[in-house]
């Protein structure tokens, strides 16, 4: 077990909807990562927080957005959503800002049907 | 677009053989290595981790050694267990000044037979 936690587990919607995946770090880290893995594009990142703060984008869409809140869980926000979008989406965390072991959650599949 | 390349293979080792997963990273920049491994359903688990100012790393029954001239990244284990079968990932970090994003190779399955 990581200690992050994410929820929730599996979600399937449809085309055009929006959703909400929500990420708690470890207890003591302050930095929060979300990626994207799908079978055609593996592990892609997507956005980096650090104590409240974005501190690197990936290629995430204008469809996407997150947020890190002060209590430091985060949230994944995926609106308008396509068929290309159903992926595992991991959130990861870590004590600090980087070059250090980022420690992933279990994903959340999503399934746009 | 910008990758960490493994060439998708997948090794087949006896248990109790030493298994060796190379990966070739594409950016001379890069200041930090890591190692995951991913077992089915579940998310990639941290494995080693090396710098840039170092050329190997031990761990428990994992070594990783970091060849920049040639740009390459290898983990080796020892004594392969039943339990080490996975998905193994190698990642790289450009730069702590753009955060601490990670970029994935494409991942090596290893199957270790009883």
């Known amino acids: 077990d990581s200690g992050v936690t994410q929820t929730p587990k599996h979600l399937i919607t449809a085309t055009g909807q929006r959703v909400t995946l929500r990420c708690s770090p470890r207890s003591g880290d302050l930095s929060v990562y979300w990626y994207q893995q799908s079978l055609d594009q593996g592990l892609q990142f997507l956005i980096h927080y650090y104590n409240g703060e974005e501190r690197a984008k990936g290629n995430i869409l204008e469809r996407f957005s997150a947020q890190q809140f002060p209590d430091l869980h985060s949230e994944l926000n995926l609106s308008s959503l396509e068929l290309g979008d159903s992926a595992l989406y991991f959130c990861?965390?870590?004590?600090?800002?980087?070059?250090?072991?980022?420690?992933f959650g279990d994903g959340t599949r999503l399934s746009i049907l | 677009g910008e990758s960490v390349g493994l060439h998708l293979p997948t090794l087949s080792v006896q248990e109790g053989d030493n298994s060796i997963i190379n990966c070739a990273y594409s950016n001379s920049a890069s200041d930090y290595f890591i190692w995951y491994k991913q077992e089915s359903g579940k998310g990639p688990q941290f494995i080693i981790d090396i710098r840039s100012n170092m050329d190997k790393r031990q761990g428990q029954r994992v070594t990783v050694l970091l060849n920049k001239t040639v740009k390459h990244l290898s983990l080796q284990i020892a004594a392969t267990q039943p339990g080490d079968s996975a998905v193994y990932f190698c990642a790289e970090a450009l730069s702590k000044a753009l955060g601490g994003k990670l970029i994935f190779g494409q991942g090596t399955e290893l199957s270790v037979k009883p």
């Open positions: 990861a965390s870590s004590v600090g800002p980087g070059f250090e072991p980022q420690h």
